[in-house]
């Protein structure tokens, strides 16, 4: 008699699958990262911080989970992008509404992927570069 097999009467369930069976991921790295995302905002050098831990945690964990930190290091990137043109451009006054319009697409941003954690899957339009 096989040690695996089920005892008499003993229901068994064929279709568990791994997620049932398996415990949830850690996801406080990546709520730890939109918080220094948002902190940038009143200390300037979170973000960098961010995407440093984004760029460590990448690929650590199931694949919606790593598309938050793909994610977040875009979001620093193309934050970083937007901002410098939005930072020349403030020369010519069109900069201005620009850098408030950052502002708003950066903490969308994060509000989209706080939430889309609390839900545990990635977030929508991970490759956009709007929202």
Same mark, same amino acid.
């Given at each position: 008699?096989?040690?695996?097999?089920?005892?008499?009467?003993?229901?068994?369930?064929?279709?568990?699958?791994?997620?049932?069976?398996?415990?949830?991921?850690?996801?406080?790295?990546?709520?730890?990262?939109?918080?220094?995302?948002?902190?940038?905002? %009143?200390?300037?050098?979170?973000? *960098?911080?961010? !995407?440093?831990?984004?760029? #460590?945690?990448?690929? +650590? &964990?199931?694949?919606? $989970?790593?598309?938050?930190?793909?994610?977040?290091?875009?979001?620093?990137?193309?934050?970083?992008?937007?901002?410098?043109?939005?930072?020349?451009?403030?020369?010519?006054? %069109?900069?201005?509404?620009?850098? *408030?319009?950052? !502002?708003?697409?950066?903490? #969308?941003?994060?509000? +989209? &992927?706080?939430?889309? $954690?609390?839900?545990?899957?990635?977030?929508?339009?991970?490759?956009?570069?709007?929202?």
């Amino acid at each position: 008699m096989r040690d695996d097999a089920p005892l008499e009467g003993e229901v068994v369930n064929h279709h568990a699958s791994s997620e049932e069976t398996s415990p949830a991921p850690d996801t406080t790295m990546a709520m730890v990262i939109y918080a220094l995302y948002l902190a940038s905002f %009143v200390l300037g050098f979170t973000s *960098l911080i961010g !995407v440093i831990i984004a760029y #460590v945690y990448r690929g +650590k &964990g199931p694949v919606w $989970l790593d598309e938050h930190y793909r994610y977040q290091i875009r979001t620093f990137w193309i934050g970083l992008l937007y901002g410098s043109i939005a930072t020349l451009l403030t020369l010519i006054l %069109v900069g201005f509404p620009m850098l *408030l319009a950052l !502002v708003v697409w950066f903490i #969308v941003r994060c509000i +989209k &992927g706080f939430k889309g $954690l609390q839900e545990k899957r990635a977030p929508s339009n991970v490759d956009s570069w709007l929202l």
